[in-house]
């Protein structure tokens, strides 16, 4: 009764945007695709905060319900297809019915034993019960690929949370050492003061500098310790029971992310999966609503024992059986069965209406990431160049300024550009590692055949 299931087609690409551009990239090896993906970070902590966060995150707890669930569920509906037998014992005490003249209080008192069986069995004549079956085995399916997708965010978002502490760490290193210049800066200048050579101006230009580097020293703190907060809630424990020291010379690496993506992975993507299983399951619902319009057919047999005498329940003479079958029709509903129908067909096409944009949206993640990391490397290299314009520059404004013949605040602003210039450095090489997150999450497969071929009781 269901409609024959087609995949929902969408037009594909025949290149990313910017294929100009990206072309360099798209033609490169694609690298081999690991699942425990974020360990080509190099980073021990890392990969430890990973594996407890699969062991000990609740979100994907939930998940793991969820999917438990659905595979109950399954089961559930798939007990349908079998018979059901249902068995009843009962004993009656009362008076038994005369003809003659006894007064109610004279009628003599009996007691009946009744033993009885039932068996039902629905004949599945219009694929009823085989199509909710099917429908429910893709709703697990779907349930499983949630998992895995919610497995998949959460590690990302770990990654990128610890990359961003790393982060902090590096910018406070870079402020931390600007501070220990701006307060020999400030020595030197009240020096030249008490010499005569130096203005109070310049004096209190330079406290100006020193105390903006330390306040913004004080907030990085307090991100820092907002991430490691979010990092333990994320691994399923207390901020109290994590400490991630700083590492002065940790060592930051742009892995190399997968650069030739073609569209048949990224249908593999779970939560591209999990949207695909669902149009299956509104597709075969389709069918259980349309076979409401046929009549039910059933298959019932009984069975049954009664006897005044317990110990002689079970004897042939005793024996009442029936077997027929019987066939249910609503010959009016009021429209009900039109309705549920119209409800599948819209359920159907809503679902596929999600999948496509899913896709969609999956298309242009990649091409985001895809663009971000080719333009950042690019800018990268430009503001590298820029560090070293800035650095030569504060050289020639401090000695010219020892000199005599440049002023503090022409060092100031030398001093200023070079931190400027470092920071965005750091910022742009950061956001080349947020983006091959991005990118490893875009294109990661999450399901393995393996995990597939989950034992379902249909196929049992």
Do not use: C
């Not at 294929?19 to 490169?28: A, D, M």
């Not at 590492?247 to 249908?267: G, Q, V, W």
């Amino acid at each position: 009764m269901a409609p024959d299931y087609q995949t929902p087609v969408i037009a594909t690409p025949a290149q990313f945007a910017g294929y100009e551009v990206l072309k360099p990239i798209e033609q490169l090896r694609q690298t081999p695709h690991s699942s425990a993906w974020w360990q080509a970070f190099n980073d021990p902590l890392l990969n430890e905060l990973n594996e407890r966060l699969t062991l000990d995150n609740q979100t994907l707890k939930a998940s793991e319900a969820q999917y438990r669930m659905a595979l109950a569920t399954l089961q559930s509906v798939s007990a349908s297809r079998l018979p059901t037998l249902n068995s009843n014992f009962s004993a009656s005490h009362g008076t038994l019915a005369s003809t003659t003249s006894f007064s109610s209080s004279e009628l003599p008192k009996v007691t009946t034993y009744s033993l009885s069986a039932n068996v039902a069995w629905e004949l599945d004549v219009w694929g009823r019960i085989r199509a909710n079956i099917s429908s429910n085995e893709a709703k697990a399916q779907a349930s499983l690929a949630d998992l895995y997708a919610a497995r998949l965010s959460t590690q990302a978002l770990l990654t990128q949370s610890y990359l961003q502490l790393r982060h902090l760490d590096y910018q406070q290193q870079l402020l931390a050492e600007s501070e220990t210049a701006y307060q020999r800066f400030l020595a030197l200048t009240q020096a030249r003061i008490k010499a005569g050579v130096a203005s109070k101006l310049d004096a209190t230009q330079a406290e100006t500098q020193l105390y903006s580097v330390q306040a913004q020293l004080l907030d990085l703190r307090d991100q820092r310790q907002r991430l490691q907060n979010a990092i333990a809630s994320l691994i399923g424990t207390h901020s109290a029971a994590l400490s991630i020291s700083k590492k002065a010379d940790y060592a930051f690496s742009i892995p190399e992310t997968p650069r030739l993506i073609p569209s048949a992975l990224l249908t593999q993507r779970p939560d591209i999966i999990a949207s695909e299983r669902r149009v299956y399951a509104a597709n075969q619902q389709i069918g259980v609503a349309q076979s409401a319009f046929f009549p039910s057919i059933n298959l019932v047999a009984s069975a049954s024992y009664r006897n005044r005498d317990l110990a002689n329940l079970i004897d042939i003479p005793n024996t009442f059986w029936s077997l027929g079958p019987s066939m249910a029709l609503a010959l009016f509903d009021g429209g009900l069965r039109e309705a549920n129908k119209a409800i599948a067909i819209a359920t159907m096409e809503q679902a596929a209406a999600n999948y496509k944009q899913t896709l969609l949206t999956a298309f242009q993640e990649v091409e985001d990431n895809l663009s971000s990391l080719y333009w950042l490397a690019q800018e990268a290299k430009i503001q590298q160049q820029a560090v070293s314009s800035a650095n030569q520059a504060l050289l020639i404004a401090q000695k010219q300024y020892q000199a005599g013949i440049n002023s503090a605040l022409n060092v100031i602003s030398a001093q200023t550009a070079e931190l400027t210039a470092k920071r965005t450095l750091a910022d742009i090489q950061h956001r080349q590692r947020l983006a091959a997150v991005q990118l490893w999450k875009n294109t990661a497969t999450g399901i393995s055949p393996a995990d597939e071929q989950q034992k379902s009781p249909s196929n049992s």
